[in-house]
Every structure is written in C-alpha cells, then in structure tokens.
C-alpha cells in the first residue's frame, strides 16, 4: 500500500502528490492534526475550522475513489515520525507520497519524517505542488535569489512561456480497500468554533473553490485591475483561504486566467495579466521564504531595520486590535478582519502601515495578530505584507512613503459605502465627513465613536525620524 499525507492541499484534482501515490498502486490518505503545533504558529481558529470543513469534503471525495482518510493526532510536529512509522508499519506501507510546503519547521519535519521512515524501509517523495518553480531554480545571474519582484517576475514569464506547469491527472477509482476511513473532528481542542456567519462566507469544498474561480475568471478578471483597490466592491477572486488550503491550486488558478486571455501572460487583457501578477507575488514571498530563512525566524529581511526603535504601547495596540482607532478606515477595516476572517489587500496594507507608521509599533506585533484572525493566513504572504508596509522587507515601500489613512479613505472609499457597512454608528455622515467624523465639529465629536488616538501629521514625522536614524541603506533608497 501507498500513502498520501496530507497537509495545505486538500483536494483531489490537480494533487501531485496524490496522482503519484495512486500512480504506484492501491492509496490510503493520512491527515495529522497538530493542535499544539498550530497554536505555536497562530494558526487562526476560522483557519483550523476551515480545514475540517474541507477535509470532511475531501474524505467523501476521496471515498468515491474509495480512498479511505485516516485520521491521526500528534501534540506537534516533532511527534510526526513516530505516528506515521507506526501506521506505515501497521499497513504495511511501501511509500509515502508529500507536497512540498515551505518554512523552516516544515522543512525541518519532513526531513525528520523522512529519516524516520527511510530507517524502515519506506520511501518518502516530495513534489512540487504549491508553487509554479522550485525553490531555488528562480535565481539571479550570480546565482542569488531575487530580491525585486519585477525581476523575478521577468524570468517567471520567461519560463512560463517555455514550459507552462500542466496540470495533473485526477486518479481513477481503485478498487476498494479494506480500511474505512476515520471521522472527520468537527472542532480541535483550543480552537474555538467561528460563528455560522464567518463560516457562511466561506464554503468549504473543492466545488465551491472552482464556483469563485470560474465566476472570477468569466465575469471579473477583466475589471480586475480597476476594481481591485476598492474594498467596497466585489473585485478580487476571494481565493486566498482556497489557495491557502491547498483547496484549489495556483496552477488551476492561472489555466483558468491564460483560459481567458488567450494564453497570454504579459499581452491581452490588462485585468488578467494584472491578476496573473498577484499569483506571482504569492510565488515569489514563498521563494523569499526559502532563500532567506531569517524571514522563517520574525526577523527583518532588511537586518539594518531590526535597529528600529518600535514603540512599546500595548493600549495603542490593543485599540488598533479592537478597532477603536478613531480612524474610520482603519475601523472599519479591523472589523472586517475580526469579522469575516479576511480583509481587503488595499485595507491590509493600510492598517500595517498605520500601525508600523503612525503608531511605530513593531510589525511583528501586527503580523502575530493578522495570523491568529486570518482564514487564509499564510506564513509567507502574511510577513511579506507585513515586511512590505513595514519599509523593513525586500522590495518593501520606501519609509518615507507612508500612506495617510485619509487620503487611502478618500481615494479608495469616496463614498464611504465600506466605512458605513462596517461602522452603522457613522451612517449618518456625509461622505467628506465620513472619512474623519471630527470635521463634524462639536465638542465630543460623533456619539459612540472615539476621537483619531494619533495626529497623523506629527506620529509621520516621528516615524520618518526613526527610520531616518537607521545606518545608510535606508536613506540610499531615499534618492533611488
Ligand atoms: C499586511 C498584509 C498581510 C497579508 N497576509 C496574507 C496572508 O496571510 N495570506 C494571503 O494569502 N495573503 C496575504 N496578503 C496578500 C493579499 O492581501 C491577499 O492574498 C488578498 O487580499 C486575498 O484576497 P483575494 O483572494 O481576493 O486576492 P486576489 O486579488 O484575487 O489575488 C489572487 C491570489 O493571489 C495571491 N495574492 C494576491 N496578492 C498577494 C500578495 N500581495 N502577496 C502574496 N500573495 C498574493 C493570493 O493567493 C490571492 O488569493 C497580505 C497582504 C498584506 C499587505
């Protein structure tokens, strides 16, 4: 028998891992829930949920080709080896089949998994899966991996163009085995539940995932570059916790998008090459990941900018935590997140630099919070947004580029239609007065809505004083 451990890529269409397993013979599926190891990592109790919810998917898909799921607990990771050894020894297991996942804990368990089973006698295989390249085969004429995205980006296209990752064979049904599968938990201890109505927005299931792929693709991918910045509108695919999971694959995501552009990546539709563009983002902060393992650790990828003086201020946090800024956009925002399990990439970026800008507060801070409320919370994605608004990233915003929550407000939410969704207590401001309900005047401002906890004006100057004082990297940046 063959097995296939599942981790972030529940689904049966376009597995690599699984086509191979089933490829070498009759297949059984294990799935290891990690409840301790998943707390270490903020994994968000909305994420955890949504992995339940798809595995019991999965499971039923898996059984129509009567591949039974196991399913198998370990406190962490490090008891991984032991698990599987036993079970491969219990069923007689010749091969265990894995997508690769990036990081340096997972790097790290699969090589002690590897080992452990490589001692019995069993084989271990890895397979690229969640990316489009290797790790490593992406690299600069030196032989470096890219620190600037559009160069990156450069040689993707480049070998796009030559080999396009196809995408792979779903398995046939084999014939049945003699193993049932195990029941699916609803709920793993220290995780609570999320309410039906974050759960509502989020069906779980492979169906579901190819429903926003295809809708995205067939009715929004063309306004997407004009659309995408604005959080009251539905212009994004809403993906990312699929992709997270592993529920659809980057590789269905962009034969999809080249499916309605003709085939093209650079030329055609602005929309789609726009889109096709974020995918690569997500590849190229993956890529990051591996090449410069400090990322793993928290640590800046710009190590001069570790010397920042971050403010220690848990009340300032815990307001922007709570959505109690006084900043509607910022509000609105953090209650989306709080909410929904995800907010808007515009929003993102404007709430980071708020509190790593105006606040000066270290977005480490930030990063741990978006990870413990994020559906789609992604170590890579997560800490090369983070980095990237922080000014300490590769190929971050230079630190003198702050965003002013205001303006972001005014240009991207003229109307106010995302404040009032989020914050009712400000339905009856007009859209000047929306973006900062203090111009309304009067000596309490808005009933029920705190004043702004920072002037925007001097909390900039004091964030541009304290990038200012780092050694000269930063300041180079400034006359690029
Ligand atoms: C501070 C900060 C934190 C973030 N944390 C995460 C995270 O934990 N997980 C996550 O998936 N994304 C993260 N992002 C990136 C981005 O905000 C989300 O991927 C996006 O909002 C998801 O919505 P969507 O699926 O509708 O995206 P679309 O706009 O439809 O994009 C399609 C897919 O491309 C990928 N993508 C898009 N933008 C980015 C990006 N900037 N970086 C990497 N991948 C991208 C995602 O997989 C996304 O689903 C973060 C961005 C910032 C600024």
Same mark, same amino acid.
């Given at each position: ?6 981790r972030t890529d529940l689904r049966l269409h376009d597995n690599t891992? %699984? ?8 297949? =059984? ?61 219990? %069923?007689?297991?010749?091969? +265990? ?77 084999? =014939? ?19 309410? &039906? ?15 926003? %792929? ?12 004009? &659309? ?11 993906l990312s916790a699929y992709l997270a999971a592993g529920v659809v ?7 999809? =998008? ?41 640590? !800046? ?26 900043l509607p956009i910022i509000d609105a925002a953090m209650r989306q %997140? ?11 970026? +404007? ?28 170590? !890579? ?56 309900? &203090? ?42």
């Amino acid at each position: 028998m063959h097995l296939i451990w599942l981790r972030t890529d529940l689904r049966l269409h376009d597995n690599t891992a %699984l086509a191979a397993a089933c490829r070498r013979g009759p297949t =059984a599926a294990i799935y290891v829930i990690t409840p301790e190891q998943w707390l270490a990592h903020d994994d968000a109790p909305c994420k955890v949920d949504f992995w339940l919810r798809n595995l019991q998917h999965l499971s039923q898909a898996l059984g129509t080709l009567n591949i039974p799921l196991l399913i198998r607990t370990a406190a962490t990771w490090e008891e991984v080896p032991g698990v599987l050894s036993a079970l491969c020894r219990k %069923l007689s297991v010749a091969s +265990v089949h894995v997508n690769e996942e990036y990081g340096i804990h997972e790097s790290r368990r699969d090589a002690a998994v590897a080992k452990a089973l490589e001692a019995d006698g069993v084989t271990f295989h890895s397979y690229l899966d969640q990316l489009f390249f290797q790790p490593g085969s992406v690299l600069t004429k030196t032989g470096t991996y890219f620190q600037v995205f559009s160069q990156f980006r450069k040689v993707c296209y480049t070998r796009l163009h030559s080999a396009l990752p196809p995408i792979v064979p779903t398995p046939e049904a084999q =014939a049945p085995l003699k193993l049932d599968s195990d029941a699916v938990p609803t709920t793993v201890e220290g995780f609570e539940t999320p309410s &039906e109505s974050l759960r509502a927005l989020w069906p779980a299931g492979e169906d579901e995932a190819r429903r926003r %792929l295809d809708a995205f693709a067939d009715q929004q991918i063309s306004y997407y570059k004009d &659309e995408r910045d604005y959080p009251a509108k539905p212009g994004t695919s809403q993906l990312s916790a699929y992709l997270a999971a592993g529920v659809v694959s980057p590789r269905q995501c962009l034969h999809a =998008a080249l499916q309605t552009n003709q085939g093209e990546f650079e030329s055609g539709d602005i929309g789609a090459i726009t889109w096709i563009n974020e995918l690569l983002w997500r590849e190229f902060y993956k890529h990051i990941l591996v090449g410069y393992p400090r990322v793993s650790r928290h640590r !800046a990828f710009r190590p001069e900018t570790e010397a920042v003086a971050w403010r220690h201020a848990p009340k300032e946090l815990a307001a922007w935590q709570q959505a109690r800024t006084g900043l509607p956009i910022i509000d609105a925002a953090m209650r989306q %997140l709080l909410e929904t399990g995800w907010m808007h990439n515009r929003l993102r970026m +404007v709430v980071a630099m708020f509190l790593t800008k105006n606040l000066l507060i270290d977005w480490r801070e930030g990063e741990r919070f978006f990870m413990r409320h994020l559906i789609d919370g992604d170590l !890579a994605a997560n800490n090369g947004g983070w980095q990237w608004s922080a000014s300490t990233g590769t190929d971050s915003a230079p630190y003198f580029r702050i965003f002013s929550p205001l303006s972001q407000s005014e240009k991207f939410d003229g109307e106010g239609v995302f404040i009032k969704r989020w914050l009712p207590e400000l339905a009856a401001l007009n859209k000047k007065q929306v973006h900062n309900p &203090e111009s309304v005047g009067g000596l309490f401002g808005v009933a029920d809505y705190p004043r702004p906890m920072v002037d925007l004006k001097h909390s900039r100057e004091r964030a541009l004083a304290a990038f200012r004082s780092l050694p000269q990297r930063q300041e180079a940046a400034e006359h690029e």
